[in-house]
């Protein structure tokens, strides 16, 4: 394994998650947004597969994620609803058929989205005013499906830090925030809000939280801003630097 960066409770790991040697059955929860597939220009990562390969791909690293889950251990994994780089396919459905094929067990799925009620600039036809061809988009959402390895439920009660307020409004299956405005040099980066979420929802204080690909490590600076144990693997030497500065420089929310 080759550590990068390790401060207080996360640690960076510079290596591909498909190979790298983590300890079985030693994850509490694991929060991540795979690459899409789509055409990003990632500076380690070939966005523009076939889809088939993309899937098996998708296939390899849901097998590992799966293999160092605990048996209460959970996953939210953010991928968006529909892609049409190249043609419409059903993303959502043909990613989340791959993880039940394989043992994940599926819980339920929250709607991110990232624009809210401010659509302006969203929008697109197809046919306008015309039942030709109108084109439906649902680009400006983004699923984070909830996925578990044994069983639901935690085995163990452990110290959480949510707030009533935070409950409430988290457990609501529509979440409705700003995507990544913020140029932290990585071209496909999540906002701080959505692994906040995912990790103080879903997760104890003193947990082992996993992010497989960590790019910008936003996850990272969660798990220090939380209490959590954090474990990145990102294979870009690059984006490590990002994810170490991120953290060296850590901001509390």
């Known amino acids: 394994m080759s550590l990068f960066f390790e401060q207080g409770l996360v640690k960076i790991y510079n290596d591909d998650f498909l190979t790298i040697d983590l300890p079985e059955n030693s994850v509490d929860l694991i929060v991540t947004s795979p690459p899409y597939n789509v055409g990003i220009e990632y500076a380690s990562h070939d966005d523009t ?3 088939a390969h993309y899937l ?3 296939t390899a690293w849901l097998k590992k994620a799966l293999y160092l889950c605990k048996d209460d251990g959970r996953m939210c994994l953010n991928i968006p609803l529909h892609t049409d780089k190249h043609e419409a396919r059903s993303f959502y459905v043909d990613v989340f058929n791959r993880a039940k094929e394989i043992g994940w067990k599926y819980k339920s799925v929250i709607v991110w989205n990232k624009y809210g009620s401010n659509m302006k600039g969203n929008t697109a036809w197809g046919s306008w005013l015309s039942a030709s061809a109108p084109f439906i988009n649902v680009n400006q959402v983004e699923t984070i499906v909830l996925m578990y390895k044994g069983m639901w439920q935690k085995k163990n009660k452990g110290e959480s830090d949510l707030t009533r307020d935070d409950f409430m409004l988290w457990t609501n299956g529509i979440w409705e925030f700003s995507g990544e405005k913020t140029a932290v040099g990585h ?4 906002p701080l809000e959505l692994p ?4 103080k929802l879903f997760s104890y204080v003193g947990d082992t939280v996993l992010d497989p690909f960590l790019g ?3 996850t990272l600076t969660v798990c220090r801003q939380t209490g959590r144990h954090g474990i990145g693997i990102e294979k870009d030497e690059g984006y ?5 500065r ?3 420089n850590l901001e509390l929310f």
């Open 240 to 244: 490590c630097r990002i994810a170490k």
């Open 246 to 248: 991120r953290n060296d």
């Open 56 to 58: 098996d791909f998708t």
């Open 196 to 199: 906040k979420r995912c990790i």
């Open 49 to 51: 597969n076939s889809y």
């Open 216 to 218: 910008s490590g936003t």
């Open 187 to 190: 071209p496909a980066a999540f």
